[in-house]
């Protein structure tokens, strides 16, 4: 279902947004249990039911979730129209970043690893007025959903204390780790392997994208144009083993329009980045 419930967004790697103090704002706003087979209704129209009670924590935004579903239309076939199930591969995405319909964002929020729900999603939480597939426009979609695993949004690193240079461009950077026995480093036209956990500069400290949090660094060729021009300069400074944060200027990264509704107009952007390897 990834192509049809995902949002895709049009940057190259950039995921999910949340901030820690709104983090802190939701854990405290997270309501008690609810009852087992009873059918609850938010304000937004939403309805689910929990069907089976699990013992795990409960998601807030900014986590990575892992969820098992079975998609189908509420009519007397009961049409399925999607099913990680059937491909036996639960799928995961970035609670509370818009890259899920409204009605998965907010009905996956409500339960805790190991509850099986039923969400019964409007179209003005699924997919409105707009067809998609096997799903007709104006559609209530059902999920039978099981959240099966949760991954905590990766903190900023601790870097106080530590000394912040810059290069004739702009750049800033702070050396956070240094391999002092690896001698392999990042050059142009060498593919390189990244971790990465990206933030808004803007005091807020909003998560937009996280390797780290996927589980699998990025790969790409240095000096070919295929990342930020913050990356091409910031990556080529390093060696393996090497952590940094860069802390980049709008010029060298999304520029005057940014990329909305992610990444705001003239935006800062700091990586926390770590060289995983070099080819």
């Not at 083993?241 to 980049?248: A, E, F, P, S, T």
Request: hydrophobic share 40%; net charge positive.
């Amino acid at each position: 279902m990834k192509k049809a419930i995902i949002t895709f967004l049009a940057l190259s790697f950039l995921i999910p947004v949340v901030s820690f103090s709104q983090k802190k704002k939701t854990e405290k706003e997270k309501k008690p249990s609810v009852e087992l087979n009873k059918e609850y209704t938010t304000p937004s129209g939403l309805k689910y039911k929990i069907t089976k009670k699990g013992t795990g924590v409960q998601p807030i935004n900014g986590d990575q979730v892992s969820v098992h579903y079975v998609g189908t239309l509420p009519d007397s076939a009961k049409t399925k129209f999607d099913s990680s199930r059937d491909r036996g591969q639960p799928f995961s995405f970035a609670l509370g970043a818009g890259q899920v319909i409204k009605g998965w964002d907010e009905g996956i929020a409500l339960l805790h690893v190991g509850d099986i729900a039923v969400l019964t999603i409007p179209p003005s939480l699924g997919y409105g007025e707009h067809a998609m597939g096997k799903i007709p426009a104006n559609s209530t979609l059902v999920f039978e959903v099981e959240l099966m695993d949760v991954k905590p949004a990766p903190k900023p690193w601790d870097v106080k204390g530590l000394k912040v240079d810059s290069t004739a461009s702009g750049l800033k950077y702070i050396v956070v780790k240094k391999n002092p026995d690896n001698t392999v480093k990042a050059e142009a036209g060498k593919k390189v392997s990244v971790h990465y956990s990206g933030f808004l500069g803007d005091g807020t400290w909003k998560l937009f994208d996280s390797s780290v949090q996927r589980g699998q660094p990025i790969e790409f060729s240095l000096g070919q144009g295929q990342v930020i021009t913050g990356w091409e300069e910031g990556i080529a400074l390093m060696h393996v083993g090497d952590k940094m944060r860069l802390i980049i200027p709008y010029k060298l990264a999304y520029g005057e329009g940014g990329r909305p509704p992610i990444i705001p107009a003239k935006a800062t952007l700091i990586f926390d980045v770590e060289l995983m390897g070099v080819q």
